[in-house]
C-alpha cells in the first residue's frame, strides 16, 4: 500500500514564476490538505480539499491556489513567486472522518526560488 | 491570534533516560492534541492523538497528557534511544476539520 507520494522532488525556480506540485494520497483517503514549512519552523496549513473543492483555507494568498481530481490526487499551484515562498510543501492525506485526526505526510517538495 | 509554543532549544538527553517535550497553546480550545516525529528532509510521522476529554495517552514507550486548564500537552518517551533523535511536532486541531496548526517542533538528540 503506497503512501502519500509528491513530485517533484526538489525545484528551482526564479522570481516572478510560477509552479505546480503535485500530490496523490494514500489508498483510501478521499481529504488532501497542504503545508508549508519554512526551514526551522512547524508547517503552516495552506488549504484543504476534498470532493474537489477548497473546504478550509489558511492564511496565505490568493497567489496560491489548488486543485483537487476525481482520483483525489491534488495539484498546488504558486503564482508570481517570492523569494520568501522557498520552503518544503508538504502534502498530507486524511479519512474525511471527524473522529479521526491524524493526518499522513508525504515526503515533501523542496521549493528553492532564486 | 492563536500560538502554539515548543521549547526551540534542542534538547540532549542520555541513552535509557526520559525525554519530556511540553507544548503550551493559547486563544484556541482544541478538541484533538497531536504529535509527530519528523526527520531531516522528510514529512512529520504521525505518533499519538490525544481529545480534549482524555488526560492521557499511552503507546509503547511513548506517553502524552493534555491538560485543558494549564493548556498544556507533555510528551514523553521513556528508555530513550538514538535512533529517538528527531524533531517532535505538537499539533492542534478542532471539531470544524483536520485542519492542523503546528508548533515550531523541539528538536531532541539521545546520546548513547
Known amino acids: 500500500d503506497a503512501g502519500v507520494t509528491q513530485s517533484p522532488t526538489h525545484l528551482i525556480k526564479t522570481r516572478g514564476q510560477q509552479v505546480t506540485l503535485r500530490c496523490s494520497p494514500k489508498?483510501?483517503?478521499?481529504?488532501v490538505s497542504w503545508y508549508q514549512q519554512a526551514l526551522g519552523q512547524g508547517p503552516q496549513f495552506i488549504f484543504q480539499?476534498?470532493?474537489?473543492?477548497?473546504?478550509q483555507r489558511g492564511n496565505f494568498p490568493d497567489r496560491f491556489s489548488g486543485h483537487q481530481f476525481p482520483n483525489y490526487s491534488s495539484e498546488l499551484n504558486v503564482n508570481a513567486l517570492l523569494l520568501g515562498d522557498s520552503a518544503l510543501y508538504l502534502c498530507?492525506?486524511?479519512?474525511?472522518?471527524?473522529?479521526?485526526?491524524?493526518?499522513?505526510f508525504g515526503p515533501g517538495t523542496r521549493l528553492t526560488v532564486t | 491570534s492563536q500560538k502554539i509554543e515548543q521549547n526551540s532549544e534542542a534538547l540532549n538527553i542520555q541513552e535509557g533516560k526520559t525525554a519530556t517535550l511540553t507544548c503550551n497553546y493559547t486563544?484556541?480550545?482544541?478538541?484533538?492534541l497531536q504529535w509527530y516525529r519528523q526527520d531531516p528532509g522528510r514529512g512529520p510521522v504521525f505518533l499519538l492523538l490525544?481529545?480534549?476529554?482524555?488526560k492521557e495517552k499511552r503507546k509503547e514507550r511513548l506517553k502524552v497528557t493534555f491538560d485543558t486548564t494549564l493548556k498544556q500537552s507533555l510528551f514523553h518517551i521513556t528508555a530513550s534511544q538514538p535512533a529517538d533523535s528527531a524533531t517532535y511536532l505538537c499539533?492542534?486541531?478542532?471539531?470544524?476539520?483536520?485542519?492542523?496548526?503546528f508548533g515550531g517542533g523541539t528538536r531532541l538528540m539521545v546520546k548513547p
Open positions: 498530507a492525506s486524511s479519512p474525511l472522518d471527524y473522529s479521526v485526526g491524524e493526518q499522513y
Open positions: 489508498s483510501g483517503h478521499d481529504t
Open positions: 480539499y476534498y470532493e474537489e473543492e477548497e473546504r
Open positions: 486563544n484556541y480550545s482544541p478538541a484533538y
Open positions: 490525544i481529545r480534549e476529554n482524555e
Open positions: 499539533a492542534l486541531s478542532n471539531n470544524a476539520g483536520n485542519m492542523l496548526t
